[in-house]
């Protein structure tokens, strides 16, 4: 049986592939209703710690939609949970920078979708394009999965699949892949409409 009320959601989203994702996968999308968007502020110490080029877009558009937006780094945003809208049914999450405890993952009714820039399970974790690069990969993927306690190890709702292109002569593999991961910007938002959609069922 097919749901009919849109999913109560917040998305925890960072970055372009964030920003994408809400223009695109949660506006305007009948099975969202977002009920609050989180990100980030600042850009990890290991790029500098300053502010992200991208938070001034996040706000223009959850302002244009009144749609409320929080800013969180440090401490507040590794404990989500304490900040989180009650009554949610779905969590979104994609460049999160933070692992959520089972306090955030069990606060939706109907779990957290994440979507992993990686083919899982082969590719949990971090830098999976690279990785994929140096094991001779010839395609990547980004998988939509619920999460669970475990890091990349929920089940598997929806996959998307891109070729890699051969590695180009005098060009490492970390060089190769933020090519390839810019390539994949435009895959997050369908993707996610998919998996959205596969859980309304």
């Known amino acids: 049986m097919s749901r009919r009320a849109p999913f109560r959601t917040a998305a925890l989203i960072g970055r372009d592939a964030g920003l994408g994702l809400l223009r695109d996968g949660l506006l305007q999308n009948e099975l969202i209703d977002l009920a609050g968007v989180f990100t980030h502020g600042k850009l990890p110490k290991a790029e500098g710690g300053e502010a992200r080029p991208e938070l001034a877009d996040y706000k223009s558009i959850c302002a244009a939609h009144n749609i409320p937006l929080?800013?969180?780094?440090?401490?507040?945003?590794r404990s989500i949970e304490a900040s989180l809208p009650d009554n949610?049914?779905?969590?979104?999450?994609?460049?999160?920078?933070?692992?959520?405890?089972p306090a955030a993952l069990e606060k939706p009714k109907h779990g957290a979708l994440n979507l992993h820039r990686g083919a899982l399970p082969e590719f949990a974790g971090a830098e999976p394009v690279?990785?994929?690069?140096?094991?001779g990969k010839t395609r990547t993927a980004i998988t939509a999965h619920m999460m669970v306690e475990e890091v990349d190890m929920g089940p598997e709702i929806a996959r998307v699949w891109f070729d890699i292109p051969p590695l180009p002569k005098n060009v490492s593999s970390a060089e190769h892949a933020e090519v390839i991961k810019k390539k994949l910007l435009p895959l997050y938002a369908p993707?996610?409409?998919t998996a959205i959609k596969s859980l309304a069922g």
């Open 130 to 135: 690279r990785r994929a690069i140096e094991a």
């Open 191 to 193: 993707l996610a409409r």
């Open 88 to 101: 949610l049914d779905l969590l979104v999450v994609l460049s999160w920078r933070f692992i959520l405890a």
């Open 70 to 77: 929080t800013i969180l780094d440090g401490a507040e945003a």
